[in-house]
């Protein structure tokens, strides 16, 4: 039987927003107490000693009663309740478009332009979000050496997720049909471990408001930015942001197909991070009957801001994956954005998309 303390707390923390009438309902009913029997016992518990166990409580108990980390949970709790409704009611055929790396603002906007035209043609089932969707340059663990208009951009919160709102939104016009699965990457998690090593008192309260930002724009998230977490597809099938960052892709494909294995998962996994298009079949690094495929990406190929020298060997474009929800069975197109002249063009199922260059570069994100 609980002791007047025990229900006072637990009237004070986990049924908090409840009326004081819907409080004493749930503890009767849980408790198997009469309802005069619980008011009364409430009642009397309301003495200074019981409001500092209430205090003592949620100090010692955050992770289960913190106002911020329960928003946070909440929206992990109904993304994943929202994507398993998705999955079962998928038909015997889906399709999965897998963007990465867009670095925001530091994007190719032709290829972004180019890549909205294949999202409205393709019509997928499942679009991949986060993903490095933003650069968060000033956010990571290296001193933010760009010029006053980069570090200002990245500065002002309400900026950046009005351009980030718009990015999301442009994706729905051409897509209405389409859910945005979060696979966070580094450079997402960047402004997570940034405020909750910088800004620790206020940290989970701002990340809880970012995660129900996304949640508004109706972006499934399935990681508090502690962990880049993977996404199962299907049976046969794993995004995930990828951490290898060899220039041999070998070496990236088998360091990440070993890691799925031991799991007892995939038949395929599709990463970024690395910038560099590949694809390995399994066989060819010793673990057959598995495939890897590294996306390119949708960022800039030059004067990358996050970076000391140009890189070599990136490319861009996106990956297209037709597969059946509930086998292993999928195959997977790896499109490649090349120049023609003054355009940027994709080649898909025999179809020419293409859109005007433009490498434009603003000099103060430079």
């Known amino acids: ?16 927003t409840l009326s004081d009438a819907q409080a004493a309902n749930a503890l009767a009913m849980e408790h198997s107490l009469s309802n005069d029997s619980l008011r009364g016992r409430l009642s009397r518990a309301n003495t200074p000693k019981n409001w500092a166990a209430v205090a003592r409580h949620k100090a010692n108990n955050t992770d289960r009663v913190s106002p911020s980390i329960t928003r946070q949970i909440k929206v ?44 409205d043609k393709i019509q997928p089932d499942f679009i991949s979000g986060q993903n490095d969707f933003l650069d968060n340059k000033g956010f990571g663990r290296w001193e933010d050496d760009r010029p006053h208009g980069g570090k200002a951009w990245s500065m002002d919160q309400a900026y950046m997720r009005d ?11 051409v897509a209405p049909q389409s859910h945005i699965l979060a696979v966070a990457g580094n450079h997402d998690n960047w402004y997570h471990r940034h405020l909750r090593k910088g800004a620790p008192q206020a940290a989970e309260a701002l990340i809880a408001d970012y995660m129900e930002f996304l949640w508004d724009l109706s972006v499934l998230q399935f990681s508090r930015g502690f962990t880049e977490n993977y996404i199962e597809l299907s049976p046969g099938l794993i995004w995930w942001h990828g951490q290898f960052t060899s220039k041999l892709p070998t070496t990236n494909a088998r360091n990440t197909l070993t890691q799925f294995m031991k799991k007892g998962q995939a038949r395929s996994v599709i990463v970024g991070h690395t910038h560099r298009p590949a694809t390995i079949e399994g066989h060819s690094v010793g673990l057959p ?78």
């Not at 906007?109 to 035209?117: G, I, V």
């Not at 351009?163 to 016009?173: F, H, K, P, T, V």
Request: contains cysteine.
């Open 289 to 366: 009957g598995v495939t890897f495929i590294n996306a390119p990406c949708l960022s800039r190929l030059e004067n990358v801001p996050y970076m000391k020298r140009d890189p070599s060997g990136w490319a861009l474009g996106i990956v297209v994956s037709h597969f059946q929800p509930k086998t292993t069975v999928s195959h997977h197109d790896l499109l490649e954005f090349k120049e023609e002249r003054n355009c940027l063009v994709c080649y898909y199922e025999g179809r020419r998309y293409a859109v005007r260059l433009d490498k434009g570069i603003q000099n103060d994100y430079a």
């Open 1 to 16: 039987m609980p002791s007047d303390q025990d229900l006072f707390v637990q009237r004070h923390t986990m049924l908090k």
């Open 76 to 119: 992990l709790d109904n993304s994943a309740e929202v994507y398993q409704d998705i999955r079962a009611n998928l038909g015997s055929k889906a399709v999965g478009v897998f963007l990465s790396d867009v670095h925001a603002p530091y994007t190719r906007w032709d290829a972004w332009e180019l890549t909205l035209r294949l999202l």
């Open 163 to 173: 351009m980030e709102a718009s990015m999301y939104r442009s994706i729905q016009e």
